[in-house]
T-cell receptor, first 116, second 113 residues
């Protein structure tokens, strides 16, 4: 089955700096890669996603890049703010046989702390 | 949050007792999921459903069963709770399944003593 590795496990930055979180996956059939943000005491919430036919996607201060050949994808947050502090999860969804039923394999998570 | 309500939000139970966690949605999304979250493991899929009475196993299904008799409810049962099942459990749903956003509930913190 799919295996997703996420690094780093913790990341501390100053407000205004950029933050980068990296993930690798093992199943070449995976074709959907979402990123979730989890605030304390809450469930994860989708912040951005990318599909395998796209190399990069941006949404304001966040961007995601995908390298299918190397099987890795990354989350980039620019001009970080204290409210970006949270746990971030990458995930991969395989589509072998035409459907994944929306099942996700998650990375281990990254605790991002943005210091004012 | 796609109208997901999990109950209870917190529960402490003894080893060997059965436990049922409930997930209720108001959006009538076809796909529903149960994940557990543990430090160092992220979220891992326990079971999922792709329609009423249609369920299948996920990555960590041993010791768990599920039922979905109505579109809006997805129940997770621990037949005989063990300490290794102490975790935070999240229910999620998705409208389309493939390549679609999953919406998560607030979670249930279960402690097995």
């Amino acid at each position: 089955g799919e295996n997703v590795e996420q690094h780093p496990s913790t990341l501390s930055v100053q407000e205004g700096d950029s933050a980068v979180i990296k993930c690798t996956y093992s199943d070449s059939a995976s074709n959907y890669f979402p990123w979730y943000k989890q605030e304390l005491g809450k469930g994860p919430q989708l912040i951005i996603d990318i599909r395998s036919n796209v190399g990069e996607k941006k949404d304001q201060r966040i961007a995601v890049t995908l390298n299918k050949t190397a099987k890795h994808f990354s989350l980039h947050i620019t001009e970080t703010q204290p409210e970006d502090s949270a746990v971030y999860f990458c995930a991969a969804s395989p589509n072998a046989g035409g459907t994944s039923y929306g099942k996700l394999t998650f990375g281990q998570g990254t605790i991002l702390t943005v210091h004012p | 949050d796609a109208g997901i309500t999990q109950s209870p939000r917190h529960k402490v139970t003894e080893t060997g007792t059965p436990v049922t966690l409930r997930c209720h949605q108001t959006e009538n999304h076809r796909y529903m999921y149960w994940y557990r979250q543990d430090p160092g493991h992220g979220l891992r899929l326990i079971h999922y459903s792709y329609g009423v009475k249609d369920t299948d196993k996920g990555e960590v299904s041993d010791g768990y069963s599920v039922s979905r008799s109505k579109t809006e409810d997805f129940l997770l049962t621990l037949e005989s709770a063990t300490s290794s099942q102490t975790s935070v459990y999240f229910c999620a749903n998705s409208l389309q399944g493939n390549e679609a956003e999953a919406f998560f509930g607030q979670g249930t913190r279960l402690t097995v003593v």
